[in-house]
């Protein structure tokens, strides 16, 4: 990683916000227009939309690419809290959602501590968690709120910018980015949910060579997140398959596979 270090956020945008929710989202959206480039493409900054705008936040205007932006104090959590339950499964099951910029910045020194992106490809309905509805009590009695879960998210779906304060070079975010755009060319949703779940599974082995026997451990687990397939070892072969096809895995021999 190189030693280059982003500025500070900057605290004169946020003069004359009292909410510290709002202070924060006009620093980190002024902070990324000024100084993030494009995961997919050459373009050196990105564009912010008008307010209001339902989702995105910022878009390419050479690739069209676009991003929504959530930001955190501190660290990124496991659990990113998001809004409606049953409008987040609508946006995911939608080809217009746009990929995500997750940002945590130290409070008191103002910088930013880290920066993720998160292809669309890799936004998928097994990844959102339903919160328990508000009580009857609450103003909003009944609501159903979510939880996006980042470790159902394998670990190439998340693209660090900034990791422990440290610049990562532009050419190692777009050479993650093109990784995995074979998913997002990928139709069918069943495919792609295969695709993702697997890909999390391998992750989770911790080495770079591993076996199919391997693999075939996170059949019951497979087998929850898919119900509707009754033969999980055979739609394991065929993903890996599709995984070395795409050139995510390599084949070393018979049985045994190599993480590119």
């Known amino acids: 990683m190189t030693t280059f270090h982003y500025p500070h956020l900057n605290e004169e945008l946020a003069e004359g916000y009292n909410s510290s929710t709002q202070r924060v989202r006009v620093m980190s959206e002024g902070w990324v227009q000024d100084n993030i480039f494009c995961p997919s493409c050459d373009a050196k900054h990105l564009k912010q939309f008008e307010n209001n705008r339902p989702v995105a936040d910022f878009y390419c205007a050479e690739c069209g690419e676009e991003f929504e932006l959530k930001s955190s104090r501190s660290r990124i959590s496991k659990k990113i809290p998001d809004g409606a339950y049953a409008s987040m499964i609508e946006r995911l099951e939608s080809e217009a959602r746009?990929?995500?910029?997750?940002?945590?910045?130290?409070?008191?020194?103002?910088?930013?501590?880290?920066?993720?992106?998160?292809?669309?490809?890799?936004?998928?309905?097994?990844?959102?968690?339903?919160?328990?509805?508000?009580?009857?009590?609450?103003?909003?009695?009944?609501?159903?709120?979510?939880?996006?879960?980042?470790?159902?998210?394998?670990?190439?779906?998340?693209?660090?910018?900034?990791?422990?304060?440290?610049?990562?070079?532009?050419?190692?975010?777009?050479?993650?980015?093109?990784?995995?755009?074979?998913?997002?060319?990928?139709?069918?949703?069943?495919?792609?949910?295969?695709?993702?779940?697997?890909?999390?599974?391998?992750?989770?082995?911790?080495?770079?060579?591993?076996?199919?026997?391997?693999?075939?451990?996170?059949?019951?687990?497979?087998?929850?997140?898919?119900?509707d397939n009754n033969h999980v070892e055979a739609k394991i072969r065929q993903t890996l398959q599709r995984l070395r096809d795409s050139g995510y895995i390599d084949f070393v021999r018979r049985g045994v596979y190599r993480r590119v």
Not at 110 to 118: P, Q
């Open 98 to 227: 746009p990929n995500l910029m997750l940002l945590a910045y130290d409070p008191n020194l103002l910088d930013v501590r880290e920066l993720l992106v998160i292809p669309k490809q890799f936004l998928v309905p097994n990844i959102v968690e339903k919160r328990k509805p508000l009580k009857d009590t609450a103003r909003r009695a009944g609501w159903v709120g979510c939880n996006i879960h980042l470790e159902s998210i394998p670990e190439t779906g998340r693209i660090p910018y900034i990791f422990g304060g440290k610049a990562v070079p532009p050419s190692e975010v777009r050479a993650q980015w093109g990784k995995t755009l074979f998913i997002r060319n990928t139709k069918s949703e069943e495919t792609k949910g295969w695709l993702i779940d697997v890909m999390r599974c391998v992750d989770k082995l911790r080495s770079r060579e591993f076996t199919l026997q391997q693999v075939y451990e996170f059949a019951p687990e497979l087998a929850t997140l898919h119900p």
